[in-house]
C-alpha cells in the first residue's frame, strides 16, 4: 500500500511496532482501504524473543538479524525469561487501540509464531533457506531443543492470552517454517509443542494454524488441535479437507504470485477456488502466504470485492 510505503519512509520498522498508536493507525487504514472481512493486528512474530535476551534488528534489506551466540551457547538452566507483558505493552496497546477504533463487526486477528519457527530463527540467527542447524540442532542436542522449545511455548501462551485480554477476537499461530521438516521430526520434535501452545488457548478464542509446505504431513499437522487450518497453494482444498476431515475450518490458498497478473487470471484462480469450496462452511478465502510487496495494491481490492459478490448468500 503506497500509504504504508509513506509511512515506512520516515519510520524504521522496528520503531512502527512499538509505537502503540502507529501500529494500530497502519491496522486500521489497511482493513478499510482493502475493504477486509477482519484486520491483523500490525506487528512482528520475532518481537517475542526478545523476552529470551537475544538481540533483535532488522536490516534495511537484509530481513532480521538475530544475536542470539550467547544463548544457543548456554546450557537453559540458568535462563531467565522476561515477562512478555511488560516488554510487548506496545502490541496489547495497539491491540486496546485497534479494538476501539475498529467497526464491531470486524474482528481483530492476533498473532505469534509457533514454536518451532521462533526457535529456528533463534538457532539460525536469521532467515535460511536450508535450516541445517535447526536441524542439527534437533538431532545433536535434544535436550536443549526440548528446553529451547518449552521456553518458547510458554512464551507463546502467555504473549497471546495478552493479546486476547487486550481485544484480540481470534489468534492466528503462525508455523511458517515448518514445512523444512519431514512429517516424522515434526511429528516427534515439533507438533507437541505447537499442542501445548493451542490447548491453552483454544477454550478462549478461535485459534488459525498457519503453515507452508505441510501438505505432506498435513493430517499431523491438523492434529495440533486448532479450529483453523491454514493451507498454502501447493495443496488443492478438496484434498486438504480429505485430509483434515470436514469438521474444521480451511483458510487459504491462493497463490500470491497470481496478484501480480491481470484480472482475467486473477479472477479464473478465484473462481477456481470458490467452486472446490462450493456452499460447504468454514471457509476463510485468502492467500496461502503473504501479499508480495510488488503487488498492486489495486488488484487485491478488486479481489476482495469479487470474493464478496460471488459469495453473497451463500
Known amino acids: 500500500m503506497k500509504a504504508y510505503r509513506d509511512i515506512r519512509s520516515k519510520v524504521p520498522f522496528k520503531e512502527l511496532c512499538r509505537r502503540a498508536e502507529l501500529a494500530s493507525e497502519v491496522t486500521v487504514m489497511a482493513c478499510e482501504r482493502i475493504g477486509a472481512d477482519a484486520a491483523i493486528i500490525f ?8 523476552c529470551l535476551g537475544v538481540g533483535l534488528e532488522y536490516e534495511t534489506r537484509g530481513g532480521p538479524l538475530i544475536k542470539s551466540q550467547n544463548l544457543i551457547k548456554s546450557d537453559f538452566k540458568q535462563l531467565k525469561v522476561q515477562n512478555p507483558d511488560e ?59 526440548a528446553m529451547l522449545m518449552e521456553h518458547l511455548s510458554e512464551l507463546t501462551v502467555r504473549h497471546l492470552q495478552a493479546q486476547i485480554k487486550a481485544g484480540a477476537n481470534v489468534v492466528q499461530l503462525f508455523d511458517s517454517w515448518a514445512g523444512c521438516l519431514d512429517g516424522e521430526t ?82 479464473e484462480a478465484a473462481d477456481h477456488i470458490l467452486k472446490q469450496v462450493g456452499k460447504r462452511p468454514g471457509y476463510i478465502f485468502n492467500l496461502g502466504h503473504g501479499v508480495l510487496p510488488q503487488t498492486p495494491e489495486q488488484n487485491v481490492i478488486d479481489l476482495i470485492r469479487y470474493v464478496h459478490e460471488q459469495t453473497s448468500g451463500a
Open 43 to 50: 506487528s512482528d512474530i520475532l518481537l517475542l524473543i526478545e
Open 186 to 267: 515434526y511429528r516427534k520434535y515439533v507438533l507437541p509443542y505447537s499442542q501445548q501452545v493451542i490447548t491453552q488457548l483454544r477454550s478462549l478464542v478461535p485459534i488459525i494454524h498457519f503453515g507452508t509446505g505441510t501438505f505432506p504431513f498435513l493430517k499431523e499437522f491438523a492434529s495440533a488441535g486448532s479450529q483453523v487450518v491454514g493451507v498454502d497453494f501447493r495443496a488443492s482444498l478438496n484434498a486438504a479437507w480429505d485430509l483434515i476431515g470436514h469438521d474444521k475450518a480451511i483458510q487459504g490458498n491462493m497463490d500470491p504470485a497470481i496478484l501480480l497478473g491481470k484480472w482475467p487470471v486473477i479472477r
Open 87 to 145: 516488554m510487548l505493552a506496545f502490541v496489547y496497546d495497539a491491540i486496546h487501540l485497534t479494538r476501539r477504533s475498529l467497526r464491531a463487526e470486524i474482528p481483530l486477528i492476533g498473532f505469534a509464531g509457533a514454536p518451532f519457527t521462533m526457535a529456528s530463527y533463534v538457532i539460525e540467527g536469521g532467515s535460511t533457506k536450508n535450516f541445517a542447524r535447526t536441524k542439527a540442532w534437533i538431532v545433536q542436542e535434544p535436550e536443549k531443543w
